[in-house]
């Protein structure tokens, strides 16, 4: 016979580990500063990658003005220039990746929390319901 107190907390717990459980894993494998350090060093990678593309954009759309500035007078400026706004750049883009994360790392955190509860309410329901099968031997 189906234990509908039971079945309901199981439901939930599939439905978690269907939908959610699969981006709430790296919370449970990592600390909290591991896993912002991983997503910020992906996002390192990857905003240097955005930056060169959006670079060779403006390279290519406006190339007379670009080649100007490749002028032996102005190359150590524009240098410079490319430097700095590579590094503001970056530096707002990982900004808002830790913020980004530390969220995440939290949300999934409580989520993981909730789901071992219901797993050890279950598991108490399991236990009660196994005192009641056997006859105690006193």
Known sequence: MVNEERLRPM????????????????????????Y??????????TGTIAFMLMFGIWAVRDI??????????????????????YLVFLLAYLIVTYVVYQ??????RKKVKKYYNSLKAVNKM??????LRTPSQD
């Open 11 to 34: 439901v939930k717990m599939a439905m978690f580990d269907k939908n959610e459980g699969k981006h709430c894993k790296p919370m449970i494998e990592y600390s909290r500063q591991d």
């Open 36 to 45: 912002v350090a991983m997503e910020m060093l992906k996002s390192f990678v």
């Open 64 to 85: 007379d003005r670009a080649m100007g500035m490749l002028n032996a007078a102005y190359l150590k400026d524009f240098i410079v220039d490319v430097g700095l706004k």
């Open 103 to 108: 969220i995440r790392y939290t949300q999934g």
């Open 126 to 131: 399991y236990e009660r319901e196994e005192k």
